[in-house]
């Protein structure tokens, strides 16, 4: 039995105390080619994304007026508010509950 222990302890891998993937004596992945090509895919897309928030398609004036042209948000507010109004109580004031007092 203690033989046995003995002849083992050498080959139990040792693990760190607590949460294995946090804190001070954590257990760091090594870092892969895949990884590494993962990150340079997601800086490539925010580069883009950010070259076209910085040069955008229409001024800002254009982009306020043509939604307004199309009466996109005018119709789709129109029917939200419709919605709530359905959904919802009507708000009710403290002089109309006791108006008649």
């Known amino acids: 039995m ?3 222990w003995v002849l083992m302890l050498p080959y139990k891998p040792k693990m760190p105390r607590g949460h294995i993937y946090r804190g001070k004596y954590r257990i760091v ?13 997601r800086l490539d897309q925010e580069e883009k994304n950010m070259f076209y928030l910085r040069h955008s398609y229409l001024t800002p004036e254009q982009s306020k007026g043509h939604a307004t042209a199309l009466n996109k948000p005018t119709e789709n507010h129109l029917k939200m508010l419709a919605l709530n109004e359905a959904r919802f109580k009507k708000s009710v004031t403290l002089d109309e509950m006791l108006g008649h007092l």
Not at 29 to 41: F, I, M
Request: charged content about 30%.
């Open 2 to 4: 203690r033989l046995g």
């Open 29 to 41: 992945r090594p870092v892969r080619s895949g990884d590494l090509q993962y990150l340079r895919n």
